[in-house]
């Protein structure tokens, strides 16, 4: 993996506080129209070479933020920059095409991502002629081979000619891997690419991302709630929920030094044979209790929007919305346990003792 000094150059494409909201049209609340919330506050930044995991259960928004990037929904309020340009939301035809070429999507499911009529030389030959990277039969053939040949769909001229029926899951994937190498893109935006195929194979298609990040030099954005998949894959890691940002930082700060209880919780529930063991030899399960679901983002809750799950919520989470504590250089959270100058800027034993009393308080409430 690239080590954090790798954010010494530019990044390729960044987001700057998005926010996106859907109306309700047809829903009043009072005199206003409803709207959904989405995503608030959202800043990331793509570098070349290197991947960013975007980690949350599904409805946090994270779709959302990919789709931003790639300009299938323009922002509410905020700012895409590419190449250090601010993107302008308005312009359509040909510049929204020039810029989707170097921002590729690659969708959750690939049989439905794939046109079932067509086979897979038309879906990888539209976007060489598309963008002007094939001028003949010719030239489109030998690009279409060596695509095949670049996802290891080899040999190439046994797949060129089949259909999305005649492959299996993992091999569908190649495709619509291929499909946006094809467009010769920068920035690659992966929306739970292995989470529809089985198990078996799926470190096969992190290990392909893996070794195109490399070799292409391309900025991954890896959306998943699998956060051991974005360990494995990604060099740093967002967490997201119900919108917002809660925590990021280097893969391994976060994962070995989790800080919000939100990303304590995604941990708590993902694999991990030590903890299955030390459950079995000693009955102990220190996982973080899983309560309620993600909230309406209609009625967002007021404050820190975690607080009605947390086990450590205190008063002052209900009321504001917590601030980013850089917790270790390049790891940060958004939560009132590390940020002392909003929490009447208690000590942090105070700030613990205060979060171990609501969490027995909560518990002694629970089994009423």
Same mark, same amino acid.
């Given at each position: 993996?690239?080590?954090?000094?790798?954010?010494?150059?530019?990044?390729?494409?960044?987001?700057?506080?998005?926010?996106?909201?859907?109306?309700?049209?047809?829903?009043?609340?009072?005199?206003?129209?409803?709207?959904?919330?989405?995503?608030?506050?959202?800043?990331?930044?793509?570098?070349?070479?290197?991947?960013?995991?975007?980690?949350?259960?599904?409805?946090?928004?994270?779709?959302?933020?990919?789709?931003?990037?790639?300009?299938?929904?323009?922002?509410?309020?905020?700012?895409?920059?590419?190449?250090?340009?601010?993107?302008?939301?308005?312009?359509?035809?040909?510049?929204?095409?020039?810029?989707?070429?170097?921002?590729?999507?690659?969708?959750?499911?690939?049989?439905?991502?794939?046109?079932?009529?067509?086979?897979?030389?038309?879906?990888?030959?539209?976007?060489?002629?598309?963008?002007?990277?094939?001028?003949?039969?010719?030239?489109?053939?030998?690009?279409?081979?060596?695509?095949?040949?670049?996802?290891?769909?080899?040999?190439?001229?046994?797949?060129?000619?089949?259909?999305?029926?005649?492959?299996?899951?993992?091999?569908?994937?190649?495709? !619509?891997? $291929? /499909?946006?190498? #094809?467009?010769?893109?920068? %920035?690659?935006? =992966?929306?739970?690419? +292995?989470?529809?195929?089985?198990?078996?194979?799926?470190?096969?298609?992190?290990?392909?991302?893996?070794?195109?990040?490399?070799?292409?030099?391309?900025?991954?954005?890896?959306?998943?709630?699998?956060? !051991?998949? $974005? /360990?494995?894959? #990604?060099?740093?890691?967002? %967490?997201?929920? =119900?919108?917002?940002? +809660?925590?990021?930082?280097?893969?391994?700060?976060?994962?070995?030094?989790?800080?919000?209880?939100?990303?304590?919780?995604?941990?708590?529930?993902?694999?991990?044979?030590?903890?299955?063991?030390?459950?079995?030899?000693?009955?102990?399960?220190?996982?973080?209790?899983?309560?309620?679901?993600?909230?309406?983002?209609?009625?967002?809750?007021?404050?820190?929007?975690?607080?009605?799950?947390?086990?450590?919520?205190?008063?002052?989470?209900?009321?504001?919305?917590?601030?980013?504590?850089?917790?270790?250089?390049?790891?940060?959270?958004?939560?009132?346990?590390?940020?002392?100058?909003?929490?009447?800027?208690?000590?942090?034993?105070?700030?613990?003792?205060?979060?171990?009393?609501?969490?027995?308080?909560?518990?002694?409430?629970?089994?009423?």
């Amino acid at each position: 993996m690239n080590n954090f000094m790798d954010h010494e150059q530019q990044p390729v494409l960044e987001a700057v506080h998005l926010h996106k909201e859907f109306p309700i049209n047809q829903m009043k609340l009072g005199s206003r129209s409803a709207s959904v919330h989405a995503v608030e506050d959202t800043t990331l930044a793509l570098y070349p070479g290197r991947a960013t995991a975007l980690v949350g259960e599904s409805g946090s928004g994270k779709t959302t933020v990919a789709r931003m990037l790639a300009r299938v929904y323009d922002p509410t309020s905020g700012e895409i920059r590419f190449r250090g340009n601010d993107v302008n939301y308005k312009k359509r035809g040909a510049a929204l095409r020039d810029y989707r070429r170097h921002i590729q999507l690659v969708f959750q499911d690939p049989f439905s991502s794939l046109n079932p009529v067509h086979n897979v030389r038309y879906h990888l030959s539209r976007p060489l002629r598309v963008f002007g990277h094939a001028k003949n039969e010719r030239e489109v053939t030998e690009q279409v081979i060596e695509l095949l040949n670049k996802v290891s769909l080899t040999p190439a001229e046994q797949f060129i000619t089949k259909y999305p029926h005649q492959l299996s899951g993992g091999q569908r994937q190649r495709v !619509a891997i $291929a /499909r946006a190498l #094809a467009a010769r893109p920068e %920035v690659v935006l =992966a929306d739970e690419p +292995v989470s529809m195929l089985d198990v078996s194979i799926r470190l096969d298609i992190l290990n392909l991302m893996e070794r195109l990040k490399i070799e292409e030099r391309l900025a991954f954005l890896f959306i998943t709630h699998d956060i !051991a998949s $974005a /360990r494995y894959f #990604a060099e740093d890691i967002l %967490v997201m929920y =119900a919108g917002q940002m +809660v925590e990021g930082g280097l893969s391994d700060d976060v994962i070995q030094a989790p800080k919000h209880p939100y990303t304590q919780l995604l941990l708590s529930v993902a694999p991990d044979p030590q903890r299955v063991e030390q459950v079995m030899n000693e009955g102990a399960n220190d996982a973080v209790p899983a309560r309620g679901e993600i909230p309406s983002l209609i009625r967002p809750p007021q404050g820190c929007r975690f607080h009605p799950r947390c086990p450590h919520a205190m008063a002052i989470c209900k009321e504001k919305v917590p601030g980013r504590t850089e917790v270790a250089p390049g790891h940060w959270t958004n939560c009132f346990l590390y940020d002392q100058s909003e929490a009447d800027r208690k000590p942090a034993s105070f700030i613990q003792a205060d979060a171990i009393h609501n969490a027995k308080a909560l518990q002694k409430e629970e089994a009423k």
